[in-house]
């Protein structure tokens, strides 16, 4: 791994969606290594209490033109993280494109005005759809399936062309599945391996839409945060896009099998109808691209990741709202 300090070290870095679950964790490596990181986040889904300690605030959004053109231009470095999920994209297009495209438009374009260093960009392996082949390599067929997906995808090509157009130096990587230590259940959209764990502390059977059949590749949070600060700083990552995940593909049902044993709680599970959101059957991407050419490579098992994410479940108390939430509820029968 690169040393943070001395990449980060001093540097005015902007991290939209910083009050995020990735993006605080972001927030958080970067003031660790001494960067001098703004948050610019309209908290939609993110939250104060989860930005560090040592970064300043903007409560604002990406689509307000001015503030970001006044904000990019303090700062040499732009993580931009700032999108309306997938959840709150099927149920509002328009405020997905407003957000997703609009924003990300509004943050290239001040970093173009204001020549910043680089600009790296959070895309997602949702911008694939249903793959012809497994793993997925990042030049495979782009088959977005959702208004989320279009829009994370519109949002990378326009990076991309602003590199190619203007030569605004941005790269950007394709997370998929991102768990671990930080996604807050109470948050609407939050991911699967956050509402499973809430459901093992509960004592009650796990809500899984369709058979359980369907795969992800779910990526430790701490994997993603690395690769994402790797790409911001190295060379050859310029007008690149990477997958980042750990190329194992996991269902459903092995998931809960994962947090069974964890927790040494035996879960049972209940199939409920698949939801508009759940489009994709299999997913699980190719890494070689970014281990070769920046020489990352995920670090956490899935086995490994789910105990730190249990470690923090119960550390900060959510297991035990759960375990109480559950006991205060009489039991039919
Ligand atoms: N978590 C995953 O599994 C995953 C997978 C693929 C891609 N991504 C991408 O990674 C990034 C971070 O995702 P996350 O999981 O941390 O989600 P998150 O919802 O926790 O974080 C997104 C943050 O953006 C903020 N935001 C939303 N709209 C905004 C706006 N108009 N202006 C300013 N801030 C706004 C939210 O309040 C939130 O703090 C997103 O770009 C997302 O598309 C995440």
């Known amino acids: 791994?690169?040393?943070l300090e001395r990449a980060f070290g001093g540097r005015r870095i902007l991290v939209t969606g910083g009050a995020g679950f990735v993006g605080s964790m972001l927030v958080r490596r970067l003031v660790e290594?001494?960067?001098?990181?703004?948050?610019?986040?309209d908290l939609f889904t993110g939250r104060t209490d989860a930005i560090p300690a040592g970064a300043e605030f903007v409560e604002g959004s990406v689509t307000d033109e001015p503030?970001?053109?006044?904000l990019v231009a303090r700062h040499g470095l732009v993580f931009h993280l700032a999108a309306r999920n997938i959840v709150a994209s099927t149920a509002n297009p328009r405020d997905d494109f407003a957000t997703n495209i609009g924003g990300t438009l509004n943050v290239l374009l001040a970093a173009r005005e204001s020549r910043v260093?680089?600009?790296?960009?959070t895309s997602s392996a949702s911008v694939y759809g249903n793959p012809r082949s497994i793993p997925i390599n990042e030049d495979d067929g782009l088959v977005p399936l959702s208004p989320y997906a279009v829009s994370k995808l519109?949002?990378?090509?326009?990076?991309l062309a602003f590199y190619e157009s203007y030569g605004l130096p941005v790269a950007a990587v394709r997370y998929s599945n991102v768990y671990g230590p930080g996604q807050r259940p109470e948050n609407p959209y939050c991911g699967v391996v956050s509402k499973f764990m809430t459901a093992a502390y509960e004592g009650r059977p796990l809500s899984i839409h369709g058979?359980?059949?369907?795969?992800?590749?779910f990526t430790f949070i701490g994997d993603a945060v690395d690769a994402t600060l790797l790409v911001a700083t190295h060379p050859r990552a310029e007008g690149e896009v990477f997958n980042v995940g750990t190329g194992v593909e996991t269902s459903v049902n092995d998931l809960v099998d994962v947090i069974s044993r964890v927790t040494g709680r035996p879960l049972q599970a209940e199939h409920i109808d698949r939801r508009d959101v759940d489009n994709i059957r299999r997913r699980v991407v190719n890494i070689e691209k970014i281990r070769r050419m920046l020489r990352w490579?995920?670090?956490v098992t899935l086995e490994r990741g789910i105990g730190q994410t249990v470690e923090w479940f119960e550390k900060s108390g959510l297991?035990?709202?759960a375990t109480a939430a559950a006991a205060a509820v009489p039991r039919a029968g």
Not at 33 to 41: E, K
Not at 117 to 121: F, I, L, P, S
Request: aromatic share 4%; proline share 2%.
């Open 154 to 159: 519109a949002g990378e090509h326009y990076g």
């Open 211 to 217: 058979d359980g059949g369907q795969t992800r590749d």
């Open 1 to 3: 791994m690169i040393s």
């Open 297 to 299: 490579a995920p670090q």
């Open 33 to 41: 290594a001494g960067g001098r990181v703004t948050v610019l986040d």
């Open 67 to 70: 503030l970001v053109r006044d």
């Open 117 to 121: 260093e680089r600009v790296v960009y």
């Open 319 to 321: 297991a035990q709202q």
